[in-house]
Nanobody, 123 residues
């Protein structure tokens, strides 16, 4: 499985961005998919996840009410809509996927990773 993120960029505080992740090689309908982010010198942290059935979503506390994860319009894609962005949301955002992940908030549960997309939020 190969994952490709897109949609990163630069916005001012209060703005919005929509990230997308496209999975190829194996249909994402059989995959749990998640988003993580990382800043320099810090560990990768959980942002949001979508269960393989699509029925359950999970969010980090800081993401609740601002970020929404969903299956994308195109097949084998997942999107992360980010609203009310703040400078502390600045990070590289990574898409992750796994057919057997159970603890979707845990990065070690995921086998497949994208290369990441930069999100920069100015004050």
């Amino acid at each position: 499985v190969q994952l490709q993120e897109s949609g990163g960029g630069s916005v001012q505080a209060g703005g919005s961005l929509r990230l997308s992740c496209a999975a190829s090689g194996r249909t994402s309908r059989n995959l749990s998919m998640g988003w993580f982010r990382q800043t320099a010198g810090k560990e990768r942290e959980f942002v949001a996840a979508l269960s393989r059935t699509g029925r359950s979503t999970y969010y980090a506390d800081y993401a609740k009410g601002r970020f929404t994860i969903s299956r994308g319009d195109a097949e084998n894609t997942v999107a992360l809509q980010m609203n009310s962005l703040q400078p502390e949301d600045t990070a590289v955002y990574y898409c992750a996927a796994d057919p057997n992940a159970e603890k979707l908030r845990v990065s070690e549960e995921y086998t497949y990773w994208g290369r990441g997309t930069q999100v920069t939020v100015g004050s």
